[in-house]
């Protein structure tokens, strides 16, 4: 799989978020855009990340930034877990890695090695309250973000090392033109 640089075209899709509703990256209403990959829906990692991003949601909206989340999970999945948290923004099912492969976010067993080696980040996901069982059985995606401006350009593109390893939401907040 190839991974994207700041000079690749965005990848636009028209898909159904994990509600039946219709998403079309280029018919968003934001002024710019974060467009999150996560591993599977019961990812504990993936969801205090979702629980952060919807916990600063306001302020997202204050500097025009939309959200869009991608899982590699059914819909089915995301609303037993992703899903329950009613985030303000879309939520994409994506069991098939279709949109995974067009953005190039990869699997790694090293990253899921390195996530279980980091004990502050363990212990934070441990007490979250989104810790499962069932998460272990997820594939091993490493998660990725990509910042996508008005143009839709590529403003920047994050692939992350580990399950928890994201762009900061100050960095993101503090996206300038």
Same mark, same amino acid.
């Given at each position: 799989?190839?991974?994207?640089?700041?000079? #690749?075209?965005?990848?636009?899709f028209?898909v159904?978020?994990?509600l039946?509703?219709?998403v079309?990256l280029?018919e968003?209403?934001?002024d710019k855009?974060l467009?999150?990959f996560?591993r599977?829906?019961?990812?504990?990692?993936?969801?205090?990340?979702?629980?952060q991003l919807?916990g600063?949601?306001?302020?997202?909206?204050?500097k025009?930034?939309g959200i869009?989340?991608v899982f590699?999970a059914?819909?089915?999945?995301?609303s037993a877990y992703?899903?329950?948290?009613?985030?303000?923004?879309?939520?994409?099912?994506?069991?098939?890695l279709t949109l995974?492969?067009?953005?190039?976010?990869e699997?790694?067993?090293?990253?899921?090695?390195k996530t279980m080696?980091d004990?502050?980040k363990m212990?934070r996901?441990?007490?979250?309250?989104f810790?499962?069982?069932k998460?272990i059985t997820d594939r091993?995606i490493?998660?990725?973000?990509?910042?996508?401006?008005?143009?839709?350009q590529?403003?920047?593109?994050?692939?992350?090392?580990?399950?928890? #390893?994201?762009?900061?939401?100050e960095e993101?907040?503090?996206w300038?033109?």
């Amino acid at each position: 799989m190839k991974r994207l640089t700041e000079s #690749d075209p965005v990848v636009d899709f028209i898909v159904e978020d994990h509600l039946g509703n219709t998403v079309r990256l280029t018919e968003n209403k934001s002024d710019k855009i974060l467009l999150s990959f996560f591993r599977g829906a019961s990812c504990p990692f993936c969801n205090l990340r979702v629980n952060q991003l919807i916990g600063r949601y306001s302020e997202f909206e204050k500097k025009g930034i939309g959200i869009i989340t991608v899982f590699a999970a059914s819909k089915d999945e995301i609303s037993a877990y992703a899903g329950k948290q009613n985030a303000p923004f879309p939520i994409i099912a994506d069991p098939s890695l279709t949109l995974y492969k067009k953005y190039g976010v990869e699997e790694s067993p090293l990253g899921m090695f390195k996530t279980m080696m980091d004990p502050p980040k363990m212990m934070r996901v441990l007490f979250s309250g989104f810790f499962n069982l069932k998460s272990i059985t997820d594939r091993p995606i490493v998660p990725a973000d990509f910042l996508i401006d008005a143009e839709y350009q590529f403003h920047r593109i994050h692939y992350g090392k580990d399950f928890g #390893d994201h762009i900061p939401i100050e960095e993101i907040l503090n996206w300038e033109k």
